[in-house]
């Protein structure tokens, strides 16, 4: 698929893209403790926030391939992939509603991390111009926006989280649309 729209694919791709995440594991690693050591408990409400939009947004992304797509064996799997993740969302959705009630603090942290950097999965390791295609491919257009925007509704319902449009600015940020009112 790759080399039909004149990209580099193979080994070469792969081990550029590998460099490149190594670098980017171990920058993350310091940084995550760093930032668990400065939060205390606040940062696992933060991490259980950001996996349930992260969660979300993938099996969104599941559920738009498969309709985009039309094929009944990539249908099938996605939706037993779709049904896996279901029970990361439950946890991580849970989790995240417990412990940002539980905490202003945590509520406050989780907010500004969202608002400041939260990316769509994926944005960190792959090339912005990919991430950029497939976030306008799944998620533009009315129907796309639906997706979106029933996402932000729930980050909406996380305690303190309200208003942040994560999907809807995320959308607009890599495709190069404007952000539906």
């Known amino acids: 698929m790759l080399e039909a729209h004149g990209e580099q694919a193979g080994a070469p791709r792969i081990a550029t893209l590998r460099r490149k995440r190594r670098r980017k594991e171990a920058i993350s690693t310091f940084t995550t ?69 539980e905490s202003p603090r945590a509520q406050r942290l989780t ?35 639906q997706f979106t925007s029933r996402i932000d509704r729930r980050v909406d319902r996380l305690p303190g989280q309200a208003h942040l449009h994560l999907l809807d600015t995320a959308v607009s940020r890599l495709s190069g649309l404007e952000v539906a009112a």
Request: zero cysteines; proline letters at 3%.
């Open 33 to 101: 403790i760093g930032s668990a050591a400065f939060a205390g408990s606040a940062f696992t409400a933060l991490h259980m926030a950001w996996g349930a939009i992260n969660e979300w947004t993938t099996q969104a992304g599941y559920a738009r391939l498969s309709d985009k797509a039309g094929h009944p064996t990539l249908r099938e799997l996605l939706k037993r992939i779709m049904k896996q993740e279901g029970g990361h969302i439950d946890f991580y959705a849970s989790e995240a509603t417990r412990r940002l009630s």
């Open 111 to 145: 907010r500004f991390a969202l608002k400041h950097l939260w990316r769509p999965v994926g944005s960190g390791v792959m090339p912005q111009e990919e991430v950029g295609f497939l976030v306008k491919y799944l998620f533009a257009g009315d129907e796309g926006h």
